[in-house]
């Protein structure tokens, strides 16, 4: 089976900018705090009214810090890619069995962007997404890059599974893209692939708010997910239930 490969590359600095400046001023779940723990002189932004007058600011300030971090930057990808090409083929692998479906031939790369933003938003499109240069434990950089292309995968599935979804839907906030970010946490958790990650898998903490069932959302697709994830075609079962599921439930996704 063809199997892509993790690359790691800089991330461009017009893109830093922009997806920064997204989650610091649109993110409707004020993940922009992540962002100021890091980096808290970005905390000044809110005080400058127009946006242009931001935009420079940002990115004088990603400039400067990058260089500051030079020898760091330069490192992440080679201090990452040591540890994560132990494990690549063997989880990509197992992925592929597990989703039920194989790897496209004509996906050689998937590309992790080493940036300074600690969240890791990723580029359906092209198959890359971005990671932070500073992970103090490196399980944290193994989870993010098997998170991610674990939706690359997961999206191949449901177009299968789909084929008519609008694109869009594979972000936030809609419903699919919810349930992809319900689902990444849960087969990250499979005992399958738990031996290569060592830790438990994150599921994004707005989600304990939600009860389907009387559970919590991720308690609940997990339940879901162990019904059927044995059977033939389990992952399909699966999703379909999953899906369903939330769709009776789409008020509750609401969540600010
Ligand atoms: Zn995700």
């Not at 890619?81 to 597990?98: C, H, R, V």
């Not at 989600?207 to 559970?215: C, M, Q, R, S």
């Not at 059927?228 to 769709?247: D, S, V």
Request: hydrophobic share 40%; with cysteine; aromatic share 18%.
């Amino acid at each position: 089976m063809h199997l892509p490969k993790v690359v790691f590359e800089d991330i461009r600095l017009t893109r830093e900018v922009d997806w920064i400046y997204g989650f610091l001023f649109y993110n409707e779940w004020g993940w922009g705090k992540y962002i100021l723990k890091k980096h808290p002189r970005l905390k000044r932004l809110y005080n400058i009214p127009y946006r242009r007058d931001r935009i420079e600011f940002l990115h004088q300030y990603i400039s400067m810090f990058r260089g500051a971090h030079f020898d760091d930057l330069r490192a992440a990808g080679l201090r990452y890619a040591k540890p994560w090409q132990k494990k690549e083929k063997e989880y990509f692998t197992l992925l592929s069995q597990i989703i039920g479906t194989e790897w496209p031939t004509n996906r050689r790369k998937i590309r992790a962007l080493i940036s300074i933003n600690p969240i890791c938003p990723r580029f359906l499109k092209e198959w890359s997404f971005s990671i932070f240069f500073k992970y103090k434990k490196m399980s944290h950089a193994i989870e993010v890059i098997m998170h991610e292309s674990c939706h690359f995968l997961y999206f191949k599935k449901w177009l299968e599974m789909y084929p008519e979804t609008d694109k869009k839907h594979f972000e936030s906030p809609h419903l699919e893209w919810h349930l992809s970010e319900l689902v990444a946490p849960i087969i990250l958790n499979d005992p399958r692939v738990r031996k290569f990650l060592k830790t438990k898998a994150v599921f994004y903490t707005e989600y304990f708010k939600i009860k389907i069932g009387g559970k919590t959302a991720p308690a609940y697709f997990t339940a879901l997910y162990k019904k059927y994830i044995g059977q033939k075609n389990g992952f399909e079962k699966f999703l379909a239930a999953a899906w369903r599921k939330m769709k009776e439930n789409e008020k509750k996704f609401n969540i600010k």
